[in-house]
């Protein structure tokens, strides 16, 4: 079964380290994740708000790269390590979407 969940990051520039504990997610789970600019609407409160692309010809490129997802049941806190990139000369939220989905049937070494 896939799950998913959408956070919010405030203030992103360059390149952050980040951890995101969900139960949902052990180490042999497969995890994809997206990411985006987001624009608040309405307010500071809340989550309403969009994804963007930015302003023509300053769109930051934002994405995330080293997915590791970890846990045990029962002896490590389920949940996803990633590489956050936002590339721009100025602070923007950003949405990331975490998606988990049934274990990965094989792992196989190679090389």
Same mark, same amino acid.
């Given at each position: 079964? #896939?799950? +998913?969940?959408?956070? %919010?990051?405030?203030n @992103?520039?360059?390149r /952050?380290?980040h951890?995101?504990n969900?139960?949902?997610? #052990?180490?042999e =789970? =497969?995890?994809?994740m997206?990411?985006? @600019?987001?624009?608040? +609407?309405?307010g %500071?409160?809340?989550?309403?708000?969009r994804?963007?692309?930015g302003? !023509?010809?300053?769109? !930051?490129?934002?994405?995330? /790269?080293? %997915?590791?997802?970890?846990?045990? !049941?029962?002896?490590? &806190?389920?949940?996803?390590?990633?590489l &956050?990139? $936002?590339?721009t000369?100025?602070p923007?939220?950003? @949405?990331? #979407?975490v #998606?988990? +989905?049934?274990?990965v049937? &094989?792992? $196989?070494?190679l090389?």
């Amino acid at each position: 079964m #896939t799950r +998913s969940q959408r956070f %919010i990051f405030r203030n @992103m520039q360059g390149r /952050t380290r980040h951890n995101i504990n969900w139960d949902a997610i #052990t180490q042999e =789970s =497969s995890v994809d994740m997206t990411a985006a @600019m987001w624009q608040f +609407s309405g307010g %500071i409160f809340g989550t309403d708000g969009r994804p963007v692309l930015g302003e !023509p010809g300053r769109e !930051p490129n934002v994405y995330i /790269t080293n %997915i590791g997802p970890h846990g045990k !049941p029962g002896r490590e &806190a389920g949940g996803v390590e990633f590489l &956050a990139h $936002t590339e721009t000369d100025h602070p923007v939220d950003v @949405m990331v #979407t975490v #998606t988990v +989905s049934d274990p990965v049937e &094989a792992t $196989t070494v190679l090389g």
